[in-house]
């Protein structure tokens, strides 16, 4: 994909620096004006350290696990962050060595072993990383930093600190959870992980653990498994980061890069080999859409399919007149994306940057249309009737259901981006003036739309109309959009050398409208002064930035987060 946007200078580079954690927060300087019902914290994952000592990690999704916080008060803003004590981190600092193989990272065998026990060490099994990098959820009143393997992590989120490592196998039936469960309003909490099914085949299993009762007993002590999607290949599960949920309907999407659990279990054991090794593509099954129902926990024996593509995150899922509408962040294509977030391709030079992404498999956002109510008198027609989509589901003589989708965000494309009025345009963004607003232009959108956020609290699962999304150029992130899923409206926020985070949406507590409160992210900016880092907050009506509190320390990548409430 084309961008207009250069980065020559490479400041994008920062974050993917090792930090070191904080002894205690530190006091942010704060610019603008925070809002007053602000009051909380900006909890944060990502990874912050790169190498231990000289052995180097090399994937995007391998640093050890960072927790970052931002604490608002009496708009005060204070910056705090210590290292997540997993086993992998703390073997790590121990040995002074990676210890534990992680996504795209070899652990080799302690070199001061002698060679029969260095053999030996390779037939010892499988020993899965614990490296809570990627999100934190609450469950109860506990918090949970999150890998997307068995183990999850329970933290202090006032602290930061480490409480004890948490084996969701010893609860439910799964070998792995995403790392973006659904959270429901009561404290429900939904995942999805692959498990073995009947027959010992492969399946994904839809899990529950109940909000916090009366009796205060832990919540993870009675989680259950709601409904098992079968697995297209009894061998091979799909990659699974995210799945859709509404008030009666669980939406699963089986994608066609797929684990091929054999390679995982033998060449672990017997050569050196990382999960990046055990992964590949089915070229030709495309997508599989699966659907039950949440309640009952049936599932529904309708087939979907469609064309390939990658999903990493679900933007919004609900229900509409017998119809379920899920809206997606897809890669086009069969070939796995996380190929080309290996360090060294993210680390490059600007120009071999923009080789390597072009590529990837390019990104679309998209709205699917799954009808519910099937008649085999419709063979050949399309179902959908829905009058503001052109998203079409055919019923074919197999009666298989083809889906194709309306595209709500794409690059190259043209759209309307409107300006705050007192922000600036970047004048490097080929536009025309929008013929009746003075504050928008018609432009030529060339970028990614990904880590997408809505009013999750109010809209989660229900119709909806915004969605706020990190813009990707050439997997760097550069900018922050909200998009309007029904007119396809664009508002952009972007400064020169700035590499911003996933937009955390929080609603005003006493809003009217879907999109009243702001928008946090986390700005990496080296080139812009003696401050290399702040935490930007935006307007969430028009992206106008409200208010900024700038800390004088870098802060590397970070994946996912949310906002607690004081």
């Given at each position: 994909m084309y961008s207009q946007v250069e980065h020559p200078a490479g400041g994008y580079k920062?974050?993917?620096?090792?930090?070191?954690?904080?002894?205690?927060?530190?006091?942010?300087?704060?610019?603008?004006?925070?809002?007053?019902?602000?009051?909380?914290?900006?909890?944060?994952?990502?990874?912050g350290l790169f190498e231990v000592g000289a052995e180097p990690f090399y994937h995007l999704f391998d640093g050890q696990a960072l927790l970052h916080k931002f604490d608002f008060k009496e708009g005060h803003v204070t910056y705090h962050r210590r290292f997540v004590r997993t086993d992998a981190y703390v073997r790590a600092m121990t040995e002074k060595r990676i210890v534990i193989?992680?996504?795209?990272t070899?652990?080799?065998?302690?070199?001061?072993?002698?060679?029969?026990?260095?053999?030996?060490?390779?037939?010892?099994?499988?020993e899965v990383t614990d490296n809570a990098l990627v999100n934190v959820y609450p469950v109860g009143e506990d918090?949970?930093?999150?890998?997307?393997?068995?183990?999850?992590?329970?933290?202090?989120?006032?602290?930061?600190?480490?409480?004890?490592?948490?084996?969701?196998?010893?609860y439910v039936s799964i070998n792995g959870a995403t790392a973006h469960p659904h959270v429901e309003n009561d404290g429900t909490v939904y995942n999805i992980g692959n498990c073995f099914g009947?027959?010992?085949?492969?399946?994904?299993?839809?899990?529950?653990?109940?909000?916090?009762?009366?009796?205060?007993?832990?919540?993870?002590?009675?989680?259950e498994v709601v409904v098992q999607f079968p697995c297209s290949d009894r061998f091979k599960p799909s990659y699974v980061h995210s799945f859709g949920l509404t008030s009666n309907y669980i939406v699963f999407v089986e994608t066609p890069v797929k684990i091929n659990l054999l390679k995982f279990l033998s060449s672990w054991s017997l050569w050196g080999a990382n999960y990046m090794d055990c992964f590949e593509s089915n070229e030709t099954m495309g997508v599989w859409l699966h659907v039950a129902e949440k309640k009952k926990g049936r599932l529904l024996n309708i087939k979907y399919r469609t064309s390939a593509f990658n999903l990493f995150h679900h933007i919004n899922t609900y229900e509409d007149n017998g119809f379920l509408i899920v809206d997606l962040c897809t890669w086009k294509g069969f070939e796995f994306v996380y190929n080309y977030?290996?360090?060294?391709?993210?680390?490059?030079?600007?120009?071999?940057?923009?080789?390597?992404?072009?590529?990837?498999?390019?990104?679309?956002?998209?709205?699917y249309v799954l009808p519910l109510n099937i008649d085999k008198a419709d063979t050949g027609k399309n179902l959908v009737t829905l009058p503001y989509t052109t998203a079409t589901a055919t019923l074919r003589s197999d009666e298989t259901i083809w889906l194709e989708p309306e595209v709500i965000f794409s690059g190259p494309r043209h759209g309307t981006m409107t300006t705050p009025k007192h922000s600036q345009r970047d004048a490097s963004t080929p536009c025309t003036p929008h013929p009746t607003n003075p504050?928008?232009?018609?432009?030529?959108?060339?970028?990614?739309?990904?880590?997408?956020?809505?009013?999750?609290?109010?809209?989660?699962?229900?119709?909806?109309?915004?969605?706020?999304?990190?813009?990707?150029?050439?997997?760097?992130?550069?900018?922050?959009?909200?998009l309007n899923v029904k007119t396809k409206e664009t508002w952009v926020w972007q400064e020169p050398d700035s590499y911003p985070s996933e937009p955390i949406f929080v609603?005003?507590?006493?809003?009217?409208?879907?999109?009243?409160?702001?928008?946090?992210?986390?700005?990496?900016?080296?080139?812009?002064?003696?401050?290399?880092?702040?935490?930007?907050?935006?307007?969430?009506?028009?992206?106008s930035e409200v208010a900024r509190a700038e800390v004088e320390v870098n802060i590397p990548v970070t994946f996912h987060g949310l906002f607690k409430r004081a």
């Open positions: 920062k974050l993917f620096e090792t930090v070191e954690e904080l002894s205690s927060p530190v006091t942010a300087h704060v610019t603008g004006r925070i809002p007053t019902w602000l009051r909380g914290s900006l909890l944060r994952c990502g990874p193989t992680e996504f795209g070899y652990a080799y065998p302690d070199p001061c072993k002698n060679i029969f026990s260095r053999f030996f060490s390779y037939f010892k099994g499988v918090y949970y930093a999150c890998t997307e393997t068995n183990f999850i992590t329970k933290i202090n989120p006032d602290t930061l600190e480490t409480i004890k490592q948490v084996d969701l196998c010893k009947k027959n010992f085949a492969l399946a994904y299993n839809i899990i529950r653990i109940p909000p916090l009762q009366a009796d205060k007993e832990d919540p993870m002590n009675k989680s977030l290996y360090l060294a391709n993210l680390r490059a030079n600007w120009d071999e940057v923009k080789r390597q992404a072009e590529k990837a498999p390019q990104p679309e956002a998209r709205r504050y928008a232009y018609i432009i030529f959108f060339i970028v990614a739309f990904e880590f997408p956020q809505i009013n999750y609290k109010k809209y989660g699962g229900k119709p909806y109309t915004y969605t706020y999304g990190l813009g990707l150029n050439h997997f760097v992130p550069d900018r922050l959009c909200k609603s005003h507590p006493d809003a009217l409208e879907e999109d009243d409160g702001v928008v946090l992210s986390i700005v990496v900016s080296p080139g812009a002064g003696p401050k290399p880092a702040y935490l930007l907050i935006l307007n969430a009506k028009d992206m």
